[in-house]
């Protein structure tokens, strides 16, 4: 037996451990490649994301709108910039989006600004949102309540491309218009020279392809492959 298991190495004929082998390093050669490229995509999908949202800018032309929503968390320069759109006439009517149960609108009015004729008239506290798909979900009761039509998204230039994405699959039949603020200097042309804008950034961004992975797995494909699209064409997504 022995000299019969030695011809058939000889003949070339004894080769299945072999092949297993190449087979099992071709399968390992393919998940390096890809997983290299995969994080290759992420590392230059994040790059894209931080020039873009640190690029961000408030409308220049004069906005009209049936309403805004601030939304809640990040910089207080967002409820100053949703006080003033309604003091300016530009927008009848704000909606405060995630403020804390126990927080009262006299302490709202000491961050944000703006006449308490204005608070009683014209601006509206949501309470019950505590992150960014709340807020989209309570701005969505709001403008039915309200018959809005058009609304000003008011939230950090970082967060805006999350907002908008809750936004428009809550509210898919209303017209959005971003009202991105810059709350620091550190968010600028060269963030990634800092680290503190580098890791909040790159939170955000973790967080924003979640959201729209969710998207794409509750059925919302379209909404979410045109949020995409417009990222990479460079525009306010």
Request: with cysteine; charged share 25%.
């Amino acid at each position: 037996m022995a000299w019969l298991r030695r011809q058939t190495r000889e003949r070339g004929l004894h080769r299945p451990s072999g092949t297993v082998v190449r087979s099992s390093t071709l399968i390992s050669r393919l998940i390096f490649v890809m997983s290299l490229l995969g994080g290759l995509s992420l590392m230059i999908g994040f790059i894209r994301f931080g020039d873009h949202v640190v690029s961000l800018k408030p409308p220049k032309a004069p906005i009209r709108a049936d309403g805004a929503a601030a939304l809640t968390g990040g910089s207080d320069q967002r409820l100053i910039a949703g006080v003033k759109l309604v003091e300016s006439k530009a927008v009848p009517r704000l909606l405060i989006s995630g403020v804390n149960r126990i927080t009262t609108a006299k302490e709202v009015r000491a961050v944000a600004g703006g006449a308490e004729e204005t608070y009683a008239c014209c601006i509206d506290m949501g309470r019950r949102a505590t992150d960014t798909i709340g807020n989209a979900e309570e701005a969505a009761i709001w403008v039915q309540v309200h018959q809005i039509k058009t609304l000003v998204v008011i939230t950090d230039a970082y967060h805006m491309p999350r907002s908008l994405f809750e936004m428009r699959r809550a509210i898919p039949d209303v017209v959005l218009i971003p009202y991105p603020v810059q709350t620091t200097r550190e968010f600028n042309g060269d963030w990634w020279k800092n680290e503190r804008p580098t890791r909040a950034l790159a939170l955000e961004y973790g967080k924003y392809l979640v959201s729209i992975g969710r998207g794409l797995l509750e059925g919302d494909t379209e909404i979410a492959l045109k949020q995409v699209g417009l990222f990479h064409k460079g525009k306010t997504p």
